[in-house]
């Protein structure tokens, strides 16, 4: 049971004159804090009365209780918040300085997702599977049509899959879904150019970002929203027309790396969030790959698996350093050697799923050292070009 506080009054209509008693009758959640301190301030003079602060909200008294039916005002301290009395304890605006915002990080705390790829038909599933702890994926929702070859993205609310190949055509669709509610995504808007299949995707705090892309090559950076639905416009251009590449996402820039041009690519390449500007090269892979993958730790981006004619289908994990122009190191290898992967960012390790073949593997590997990655759970179907958020 918590406890209660008397720290300035406790409001009693019966003893206010009238003037008051009307103001406070108009009191609603939608009230002004300052309106209702200097209130509170007022009737403290008048009636010499006290404010009650309860611990939480489970300690407010029940207002159908004789005793508490005059009671206008409380403060529940764990929340820092003023609660108003209409039939039921309604809350106000936050009492003082609301706590700062948490931070935006590209990386997530709480799941991974996998969305769309080829099984091999065009897949619209939706997976999740948790960071917390090494298990399977769940089928938690489906984009609106089957698609793979399509670009990932993650805001701190939603997850976005655009562009990509339905299996008969080029989608110019970007598709969002709910991290905190598990359903299906709608269509929200299009990209600049309707033959866009194996982008990458970056995403700052405010935007998604589809980068390259083909069957006819692309180098177009195009940007769209998180905050309203809508259309991509096009804010630069990559040095390199190309398929197939990674994408990764530093807190200032977004990063691309690997590709086909036809040849694969060992090009690592930078552009800022912070202004529409074209890219620029910033350091090579240790091996030319395509159909690679990326994921971003808070200091470095990697890239994972892929291929190269010479030596084929590729295990390697390159680590590059956000702070430095620099080229990337070998730092591991993936539990199996795959092409085509899906790659996801928690906190503390990058993952990879799914890949050629249908594999249906979720690999994780430590951002905090280097060293190969584990077979840590399945995907609910094998799929290969699928495009992968975090949350």
Known sequence: MGSRTTILMAIDIKNLIEFVQRDIANIDSTGDTQRI???ARFVDRQAKTTLLMYDSTSDLPNLLDDTADTMQLAYVANQRRLYVNQGTWKPMEQFGPPPPPEPYTFQGSNFGYTSGGAEPAASNVIDKFPFVSDANATDVGDLSTGRYGSAGHSSAENGYASAGFTGSTHTVSIEKFSFSVDGNASNIGNITSSSRTGSAGQSSSTH??????????????DKFSFSVDGNASDVGDLTEAKIYL??????????????QLPASS??????PFSSDANASDVGDLTVARKETTGQSSSTDGYTSGGDNPSPGILNTIDKFPFASDANASDVGDLSIARTEVAGQSSTTNGYTSGGNGGTNVIDKFPFASDASATDVGDLSIGRFLAAGQQY
Request: overall charge negative.
């Open 246 to 259: 990674a994408g990764q996402s530093s807190s200032t820039h977004g990063y691309t790396s690997g590709g």
């Open 266 to 271: 060992n090009v690592i390449e930078k552009f």
């Open 208 to 221: 998604g970002y589809t980068s390259g892309g083909g069957p006819t090559l692309s180098n177009v950076i």
């Open 37 to 39: 301190l200097d209130l």
